[in-house]
């Protein structure tokens, strides 16, 4: 069975047969897994109320551990994102109360972001249906094949991560 990725490429083929194009059956596979992703994803958040980036930002709270805070800077680094996106997010997220941001008792010049107890309640319900989709979308492979897709997309993504400056 063939997919849109093997018509690229066999077209890629028949115009120019001297290139390589072994690298558009993984990149482009993996940008249209992104795109079908991305939007199964935006479903399930949108059913609490969340886009992307504030599902990440509240699961990243709650990951953290009671008391479910962390510094703007640690989300920052978290979540790769620019200081101008990571507030815009904080300010819609605090403007829902689902965040509050207190004062940080190590350091008197900073704050810290908490889940509110609204918004320990919505991520808690939020990763589960997010987890339960997850699995969905990839029941098509096995157990083995779960890992051994794991591990090669680790050994690609920290060979990527340690190419950056």
Known sequence: MQDQVDCFIA????ERPELDSTPIGL???IARLEQHLSRELARVFSQFGLQRGEFDVLASLRRSGAP???SPTALFNTLMLSSGAMTNRLDRLAARGLI???PDPHDRRSLLVQLTAQGL???NQAVEAHLANER???ASLSADQHSQLAEL???WLL???QAQP
């Open 153 to 155: 997309l680790r050994t």
């Open 121 to 123: 309640d919505l991520i």
């Open 159 to 161: 060979d990527l991560e």
């Open 11 to 14: 077209e890629w083929q028949r």
């Open 136 to 138: 969905r979308l990839i």
């Open 68 to 70: 479910y805070q962390r």
């Open 100 to 102: 509050e941001r207190i």
């Open 27 to 29: 990149i482009g596979r």
